[in-house]
């Protein structure tokens, strides 16, 4: 009997908790009144204005303007709801209306009671004609959206575009993301999204028994404020990034300009290049997204990856001495390339047949030299090898090659840096030596590096020993950027006793070696030239800039695909940068036209032509027998 009492008691002791705290969050909260079920209660968001995006000197690149969109609640539908009407005061079909409310049904997590885009960028007109007769649809609520607009028609594979989420991207913030929301997808607008975006607000509004307005809901105490997004100051100097793009015009290939003493970067701009405002041409980023020939929408200052060349000689160099296998007083006889049994890698160094050191090596660029030096790195431990190659590759990954880097931009590629596991896994335990990759040494072979990678070596070898993560942000909202990533010094894995020889080699490789066809008496510069073999076509054309050689202030790295010899277009086109960037004008106008009429596009449709006959896909053109008699009298 006691049993049952308590059985019965303890069952009426959860009956009044559950009564108590139901009672409670009917009548002593807001839970359940601020709900998206109450109809006598509207939530109305509040979409905060986007931060606008500035580069380093100030000048306003991206801003917004207000557009206007038609939100429906379908749970609010009247039956009856005259369809015509309403289409015809908008201006569209009753078709497209009801195409509309379908597809709507169809998005992910759909709820009658939820609240959805029906019609975007309401011109004046039917924004007029809709405000006047706004009370006739209480289902209909027009909403105020920001727009991107342009102030310039360049960088646009750094600043990015926003579009509408979909369910991947709302995956990530599922909190704050809803369908019809627009967020970054690219370049600056992607990696800064939570910065730009702002924070969403709410406004409840008390409605009639026709679902009128009547007011705010408990005197708008409820209502959650929104908070604009920040704004940003790019380390971008526009008129490099500008100056930079105009010389790749008919190009293919990529121009990154990074302040060494800060990481900033002053330019990144990537050939072709995009114009920003197509962004805001309907069906303009789909389209440029699925160019499969000139690939506007891939990033080649970022993602692209190259053989570097000879630039990465001042790597392998830089390496050998730190290992020890090598000091400034090493010699090598260059007897026109390097030679292995029957097999022989060309040079042209002109330095044949007399012993010479590293600065004159990196002068006239001498294959023979960085060969030597390659093999003697992977010989440190003439029984491991796989021990040596291994301690090289640590040195570079100090430099940032062969990994992700972290710069601030939501794309990047690693590259390639050999290790003995990617060797062995290649040809097999035991089953390789130096000569099997001696290519490696001079920066062919498996080497793959993007130009923000090149940059980035440059800058470390200006500061002789350490560099900052470029970084594409400077300021949030006036206030410096703060994040460890880019403001805590990284040091390489080489003692800087060992910088000044190379240096010194780069600045004699622009005053009397490879890269002296761009020497100007307005300031100093140290660099290497490097032509990267390409098994699809023309060689492609390479270059890093140090200027001035004396105190650094900005490094240029260049790649211009199928353009033939380093210093026959990337190197003019990273000293007119450097130009341009040190004094604020262009002296050499000669050098500055014919980069500028550089066209490497019959070259570009030659590869893809004999791609399409690769495939089985060329036709060949027909010309219309009326025309070829035509010309065959012309002639």
């Known amino acids: 009997m006691r049993k049952i009492v308590l059985f019965y ?47 380093r000197n100030g000048e306003l690149l991206v801003y917004n303007s207000n557009t206007y969109e ?27 209306f009801r195409e509309k409310m379908e597809e709507i049904r169809q998005i992910k997590g759909y709820s009658r009671v939820g609240t ?34 342009y102030r310039v028609n360049g960088a646009g ?32 607008e992607r990696s800064y999204e939570k910065v730009l975006r702002g924070t969403k607000g709410y406004r409840f509004i008390k409605k009639d028994i026709r679902l009128r307005n009547i007011g705010p809901y408990d005197d708008g105490k409820k209502d959650v404020p929104m908070i ?37 970067i002053l330019a990144l701009a990537s050939a072709p290049t995009i114009d920003p405002n197509r962004y805001n041409i309907p069906g303009e980023i789909w389209r440029m997204t699925h160019d499969s020939v000139s690939k506007e929408m891939f990033d080649r200052s970022l993602q692209a ?10 790597i392998t160099g830089l390496s050998a001495m730190q290992m020890g296998v090598i000091d400034t007083a090493t010699t090598f006889t260059c007897q026109h390339g390097f030679r292995y049994g029957r097999r022989r890698l060309g040079c042209h160094c002109g330095q044949y047949y007399r012993p010479i050191k590293i600065q004159t090596a990196i002068q006239k660029s001498c294959n023979n030299y960085f060969s030597h030096t390659w093999k003697k790195i992977l010989e440190k431990d003439s029984l491991n090898i796989d021990k040596s190659i291994n301690e090289w590759h640590d040195i570079l990954e100090s430099f940032g090659l062969g990994v992700f880097m972290g710069v601030d931009m939501p794309v990047g590629s690693r590259g390639n840096i050999p290790d003995a596991g990617y060797y062995n896994r290649a040809f097999g335990e035991n089953r390789w030596n130096p000569y099997t990759v001696i290519s490696v040494g001079i920066g062919q072979g498996e080497i793959l590096t993007t130009p923000i990678q090149m940059a980035n070596f440059a800058a470390a070898i200006a500061n002789k020993g350490w560099f900052y993560t470029p970084h594409i942000v400077k300021e949030i909202d006036g206030n410096p950027i703060k994040d460890s990533a880019f ?13 000044e020889f190379i240096l010194e080699g780069m600045r004699d490789a622009v005053t009397g070696g490879t890269g002296r066809g761009i020497i100007t008496k307005k300031f100093t510069q140290a660099g290497k030239t490097g032509t990267a073999e390409n098994p699809h076509g023309q060689d492609h054309s390479l270059f890093t800039l140090i200027a001035p050689a004396e105190d650094p202030q900005i490094v240029v790295a260049v790649v211009v695909e199928n353009a033939h010899y380093g210093g026959r277009w990337a190197a003019p086109i990273a000293s007119l940068v450097a130009e341009l960037y040190l004094t604020d ?51």
């Open 9 to 55: 008691a303890a069952i009426i002791v959860v009956v009044i908790l559950f009564i108590f705290q139901l009672a409670y969050l009917q009548l002593g909260t807001d839970r359940y009144i601020l709900n998206a079920f109450n109809t006598s209660i509207k939530r109305e968001t509040l979409y905060p204005k986007r931060g606008d995006i500035l580069d």
């Open 70 to 96: 038609l939100h429906i609640t379908p749970a609010l539908l009247e039956q009856g709801f005259d369809t015509l009407r309403f289409a015809e005061l908008l201006g569209i079909s009753a078709y497209d």
């Open 116 to 149: 959805y885009p029906l019609i975007r960028g309401l011109n004046r007109d039917q924004f007029t004609r809709f405000q006047e007769q706004m009370y006739n649809y209480p289902a209909i609520d027009i909403v105020q959206r920001p727009r991107r607009e």
């Open 157 to 188: 594979n750094v600043l990015g575009y926003i579009q509408e989420v979909n369910d991947p991207y709302i995956a990530t913030d599922s909190l704050y993301y809803a369908p019809g929301d627009l967020a970054g997808f690219a370049g600056v």
């Open 228 to 264: 604009n997004g920040k704004t940003i100051k790019l380390s971008l100097d526009y008129r490099i990034q500008k100056y930079a793009e105009e010389l790749l015009v008919n190009k293919r290939g990529a121009v990154v300009a990074i302040e060494p003493k800060t990481g900033e």
């Open 305 to 314: 990856t190259y053989p570097p060349g000879s630039p990465f000689k001042l």
């Open 487 to 499: 403001t805590t010094k990284r040091h390489v894995k080489v003692n800087p006793k060992h910088f």
């Open 585 to 635: 004008t262009i002296e050499r106008k000669a050098l500055d036209q014919r980069m500028r009429a550089g066209d490497m596009r019959p070259e570009y449709q030659r590869q893809e032509i004999e791609r399409l006959k690769k495939m089985g896909w060329y036709v060949e053109p027909q010309i219309d027998s009326s025309v070829l008699d035509s010309l065959q009298k012309i002639n």
